[in-house]
């Protein structure tokens, strides 16, 4: 006979309680410690800190750079994008529509939250190989390195030990991702080539809105090195920051 492998005795209650920890630092907001889950909960202090570790293992929760306390991860972040519909005003696709007239390439549109992206317009002519893959492995992807340049420390969202390797060129190093990123902040574009599939190139602009806060990106995607893009690409990005922000 197999052996059962579902929920059994204390299971379930186990379950409960990392929900109740979910929900509450989701109900008190960013930056709720330990302490204060516990009071909420009328919980074991021990047993707060525990769970809430596990969630920060599992990417439901993060800890705040100054380590003062929790907030929702990229996965709650993932769940909610997952439901919520994604819209995109007419006139930002007119936008992309004109210039994928003009560039040879594939040309997407990237939404971001503080923690995760979405492809939200992908090329019809050009589209991405796997959209899943450019969403979930944030550092073998320009778009996803844009996302990382604007963390405080890149490791809160993504745990070094997630540096999945795609190809020999994928960088899989801390202090390698460290450099790169750096360079990222000081061009305000990022790009990649082979990283995530062999051979395929890929580059991002930031979209921002009239405050700085990174919304959107413009990437474009092509065989071999897209590192040239040209000014039409950067002209698209700040267009869409009027219509998007």
Not at 10 to 17: E, G, H, L, W
Not at 26 to 33: E, Q, Y
Not at 129 to 154: C, I, K, N, S
Request: hydrophobic share 50%; with cysteine.
């Amino acid at each position: 006979m197999a052996a059962d492998t579902g929920l059994s005795g204390r299971q379930p209650k186990a379950v409960q309680s990392a929900l109740a920890v979910l929900e509450c630092v989701a109900r008190l907001g960013a930056g709720v410690t330990a302490k204060e889950v516990a009071t909420a909960l009328g919980m074991p202090p021990a047993t707060a800190y525990r769970l809430l570790n596990l969630l920060v293992g599992e990417e439901y929760l993060v800890r705040l750079p100054d380590l003062s306390g929790f907030a929702l991860g990229r996965k709650v972040a993932g769940l909610a994008g997952a439901i919520a519909p994604v819209r995109v005003p007419s006139a930002a696709r007119a936008v992309l529509a004109d210039l994928r007239r003009e560039v040879r390439a594939g040309v997407h549109l990237v939404l971001y939250t503080a923690t995760t992206l979405r492809v939200a317009d992908m090329d019809p002519d050009l589209p991405l190989q796997d959209p899943a893959l450019v969403e979930r492995h944030l550092h073998a992807t320009a778009a996803g390195r844009l996302l990382l340049a604007e963390q405080p420390e890149w490791r809160d969202l993504l745990p070094p030990s997630r540096l999945t390797r795609f190809t020999a060129a994928t960088i899989t190093k801390s202090d390698q991702l460290d450099a790169c990123l750096a360079e990222i902040r000081v061009q305000d574009s990022a790009a990649q080539t082979g990283e995530l599939h062999e051979r395929v190139g890929c580059a991002a602009v930031p979209v921002r809105s009239a405050a700085g806060e990174l919304v959107a990106g413009v990437t474009v995607s092509a065989r071999g090195d897209v590192r040239e893009l040209p000014a039409s690409v950067h002209e698209c990005a700040l267009a869409l920051g009027r219509l998007l922000a």
